[in-house]
């Protein structure tokens, strides 16, 4: 099987930053495109910023210019800077990746770690 485990959340008020890790370990051939998405209650959970293997990125339009991804494929590590945090971030941030086994390929998912921006 595949984990990801996720950390750097917390508590922050606006304007401050925090860095979302997420590291992926288990057996794996290779590791694609890794993600974060971030739900908040009631609500859809949404795509965040996503990176693939070759490094070429995609945010949503709400965090551009403020949210920065970045992976260390030698420590199979994926990471969120988030800057200019606002209020309206406050939401549970998952880590997602697609993750090619010998069994088939397919898509894993963190924990959640809560992101709170307070005003």
């Known amino acids: 099987q595949v984990q990801l485990v996720e950390s750097g959340g917390g508590l922050v008020q606006a304007g401050g930053s925090l860095r979302l890790s997420c590291a992926a370990s288990?057996?794996?051939?290779?590791?694609?495109?890794m993600a974060w998405y971030r739900q908040a209650p009631g609500k859809q959970r949404e795509l965040v910023a996503a990176i693939a293997l070759g490094g070429s990125t995609r945010y949503a339009d709400s965090v551009k210019g403020r949210f920065t991804i970045s992976r260390d494929n030698a420590k199979n590590t994926v990471y969120l800077q988030m800057n200019s945090l606002k209020p309206e971030d406050t939401c549970v941030y998952y880590c997602?990746?697609?993750?090619?086994?010998?069994?088939?390929?397919?898509?894993?998912w963190g924990q959640g770690t809560q992101v709170t921006v307070s005003s």
């Open positions: 997602n990746a697609d993750v090619s086994r010998w069994d088939g390929r397919r898509d894993y």
């Open positions: 288990g057996s794996m051939l290779r590791l694609n495109a």
